[in-house]
């Protein structure tokens, strides 16, 4: 497989991850190099590692695999969707600071649901007898570089029209999420 078709595979499976960060940083105006940083290596490092790992379960597992991928990244996708949108609304957590999207489970959470699709990516290369590992170094890399500018788009964005765009990036997780679950589902 050529660089330039794997450098478009990779950012096909980052818009999702670019969309998150976008979220993200105008949740965090301002962003902090740490959380650049945090957001960008989880990201980039799942990225990669999904391809891996759909490579390696190949098509013993396929089958599993994607039909209840989809499903779990709509789940994790409106729950931390819906959570943002209630932060913004309300203005605080309990502890009365908004939550930081590039800390802990929810980060977890995020890096999964954006890269879950990349799953697939490795049964195709897998079925194609393509090795994965330059692939998914690719994946990760170019995921990571997106996830930065797309945190510090949001950070702009966000500091021109604060809480509203916080909403608008909560629905917009979600929609992410309904996007991937749709794909998956057979329209007669």
């Excluded at 949740?27 to 980039?44: A, D, S």
């Excluded at 695999?65 to 605080?92: N, R």
């Excluded at 090795?131 to 996830?147: D, E, H, S, Y």
Aim: hydrophobic letters at 55%.
């Amino acid at each position: 497989m050529d660089f330039l078709t794997i450098t478009g595979i990779a950012v096909a499976l980052a818009m999702d991850a670019f969309a998150v960060a976008l979220s993200a940083g105008v949740i965090l105006h301002p962003v902090t190099g740490r959380q650049l940083f945090r957001l960008g290596f989880h990201f980039g490092l799942f990225q990669g590692m999904m391809p891996i790992i759909g490579w390696l379960a190949g098509v013993g597992m396929k089958q599993l695999v994607t039909t209840y991928a989809p499903w779990i990244a709509f789940a994790l996708l409106t729950f931390v969707g819906t959570k943002m949108i209630h932060e913004a609304l309300t203005h605080s957590d309990e502890d009365g600071k908004r939550q930081d999207p590039t800390k802990g489970l929810t980060m977890v959470m995020l890096s999964i649901a954006t890269a879950i699709d990349a799953l697939a990516v490795g049964f195709s290369l897998s079925l194609l007898g393509i090795a994965i590992w330059f692939p998914a170094v690719i994946i990760g890399f170019i995921t990571a570089v997106l996830t930065v500018t797309g945190m510090l788009l949001g950070q702009k964005i966000g500091s021109i029209w604060g809480e509203r765009v916080e909403i608008v990036g909560g629905v917009v997780l979600i929609g992410i999420g309904l996007k991937i679950l749709l794909q998956t589902i057979p329209f007669q």
